[in-house]
């Protein structure tokens, strides 16, 4: 299968980092072309600001969830469907290609991959999970070559479980060893709270990023950036910046991206290299566009630290 791939390394600054923006791409989305302009080409800048997309869901187009089973696994129409919808025409990922191909540029994509489906048996031992991921990189690469992007990349994949337990180590090394025989790469980005995230290298990702859940939990002081940067450095782990349009419209979350950007400018964050963005819900293009002096300068101050050391 003719596939354009990205098997080496990420073509970014040595002194930068990568630098991820997670998008919702699927279940029909509509993203214009103004909002990836201005998330992509914030203030004219000449080349994008992030090196790649990752694509996030959390459920099926048909409402199923990927990341709480209580009322029992999606169906494999599930996640069929969300890549479906994922790489349809005129998804935001065809939008998105539009706009980095009118700036002759390229951007990397690393496609979303929910928890596999498939019990395990150990008599005889066999694990129908390894077999479901193939047929899942199968059709997410059949889909993506058939599009005929001209300015995505296929990077690899995201593992969209935010923590690893101990009997999962060896699915999550199956799905990064597959990976890896095609090519590709992988990407997590584990919860601050999963105490998982020390061994991301022993399951075989390429790259990890720290989420701190600071911006969506009030009750959770700002002192939170501060030990999710130093456990990040610690593992050598990039980092993530959350923030929905609450940021927006809502008092209690309107000053919560700040402690995000402080703790990369100063200090130990400094040294953060890699950074990946949660774009909740299209927040960063309406914070672009914004006449609030407060937001304005906050997104000034947001794409120098993606831009800048």
Do not use: C
């Not at 498939?118 to 990189?137: E, M, Q």
């Not at 999962?168 to 992988?186: E, N, S, Y």
């Not at 919860?191 to 990890?208: V, Y």
């Amino acid at each position: 299968m003719a596939v354009t791939l990205i098997a080496s390394a990420l073509a970014v600054s040595p002194i930068l980092g990568q630098r991820w923006v997670l998008v919702y791409a699927g279940h029909g989305r509509h993203y214009g072309a103004d909002q990836f302009q201005h998330m992509l080409y914030p203030e004219g800048t000449k080349h994008p600001i992030f090196d790649g997309i990752v694509t996030l869901d959390i459920s099926s187009p048909q409402g199923h969830s990927f990341t709480t089973w209580a009322k029992g696994p999606p169906s494999i129409a599930d996640y069929w469907a969300y890549l479906d919808s994922l790489f349809s025409p005129g998804s935001p990922l065809t939008v998105a290609d539009s706009i980095v191909r009118a700036h002759t540029d390229t951007l990397l994509l690393a496609v979303m991959v929910p928890y596999p489906l498939g019990k395990t048996s150990r008599s005889p031992p066999t694990d129908p999970r390894i077999g479901f991921l193939g047929d899942y990189f199968a059709r997410a690469e059949s889909l993506f070559t058939a599009r005929g992007y001209r300015a995505l990349r296929l990077w690899g994949y995201y593992w969209l479980p935010e923590a690893v337990s101990i009997g999962d180590t060896v699915i999550v090394q199956r799905f990064t060893t597959l990976a890896h025989w095609q090519g590709l790469k992988t990407l997590w980005m584990p919860t601050f709270l999963g105490g998982s995230e020390f061994d991301w290298r022993r399951f075989g990702f390429d790259e990890a990023f720290l989420q701190p859940n600071y911006f969506f939990y009030p009750a959770v002081p700002a002192t939170r950036l501060d030990s999710a940067v130093s456990r990040a450095l610690a593992v050598e782990m990039g980092l993530g910046i959350e923030f929905d349009k609450r940021l927006l419209t809502d008092t209690v979350f309107r000053k919560r991206l700040e402690p995000y950007l402080t703790a990369l400018e100063k200090g130990p964050g400094r040294a953060i290299r890699n950074i990946a963005v949660y774009d909740g819900g299209g927040a960063m293009d309406q914070i672009a566009v914004s006449q609030d002096p407060y937001l304005t300068a906050l997104f000034r101050r947001l794409v120098g630290r993606l831009t800048g050391p």
